[in-house]
């Protein structure tokens, strides 16, 4: 099955400056998801989004980061005020649909915070 | 504390070899586990997956292999080919449920030798 696709694929910002990251899917799934993975290390979960609310956060998901789904297609996860250490790939993931557990990763976003 | 974590971070493998990538977990509530393979750049891209109520699963060219009395998980690639250089992630949902965030785990780079 397809994944979906993000925009931008790189993303370069200063530090204290807003980022929107963009997933778009490709059918019309209900469940998504945002992880992130800084360099190097492990995919984290953020965020998961079902019928345009938030279901479920980590600790990582603070209020400097929000989602929304602005036009019913178009996905999105905003960071307020980017920190240095919000430099990762950035992917949004989405599930079958099917109350099944695989979930299929888009290509990432990767930020950089300098 | 990570739930899910892996015994090697790295794998070196002769071409045309079997390769056997291991991860151990700590979570017994854990009910699925999936393996997945992110290339460079790229998103993580689901490989296969296996339910806590299975010991084995096979797909082309790859086994998954559950041992729920000690909680490890392993896969094995078969004829290990260049294009199998990747990094390897093993991730859980601890839940039966789906649409629920995945746990990762670090991750094991296999480089294949031609």
């Known amino acids: 099955e397809p994944e979906v696709t993000q925009t931008p694929s790189h993303q370069v910002t200063q530090m204290g400056q807003e980022v929107i990251l963009r997933c778009v899917p490709i059918?019309?799934?209900?469940?998504f998801y945002w992880y992130r993975q800084i360099l190097g290390q492990k995919v984290e979960f953020l965020v998961s989004?079902?019928?345009?609310?938030?279901?479920?956060k980590s600790e990582i998901f603070d209020d400097q980061f929000s989602v929304e789904r602005p036009d019913g297609s178009n996905f999105t996860l905003k960071i307020r005020s980017t920190k240095l250490e919000d430099s990762a790939m950035y992917f949004c993931?989405?599930?079958?649909?099917?109350?099944?557990?695989?979930?299929?990763f888009g290509p990432g976003t990767r930020l950089t915070v300098t | 504390g990570e739930s899910v974590g892996l015994h090697l971070p790295t794998l070196s493998v002769q071409e045309g070899d079997n390769s056997i990538i291991n991860c151990a977990y700590s979570?017994?509530?854990?009910?699925?586990f999936i393996w997945y393979k992110q290339e460079s750049g790229k998103g993580p891209q689901f490989i296969i997956d296996i339910r806590s109520n299975m010991d084995k699963r096979q797909g082309q060219r790859v086994t998954v292999l559950l041992n729920k009395t000690v909680k490890h998980l392993s896969l094995q690639i078969a004829a290990t080919q260049p294009g199998d250089s990747a990094v390897y992630f093993c991730a859980e949902n601890i839940r039966s449920s789906g649409n629920t965030p995945l746990v990762f785990g670090k991750g094991t780079r296999l480089s294949v030798i031609a």
């Open positions: 993931a989405r599930d079958t649909g099917t109350g099944r557990h695989e979930q299929y």
């Open positions: 059918s019309n799934h209900l469940y």
């Open positions: 979570n017994s509530a854990s009910d699925y």
């Open positions: 989004f079902y019928n345009n609310e938030i279901s479920e």
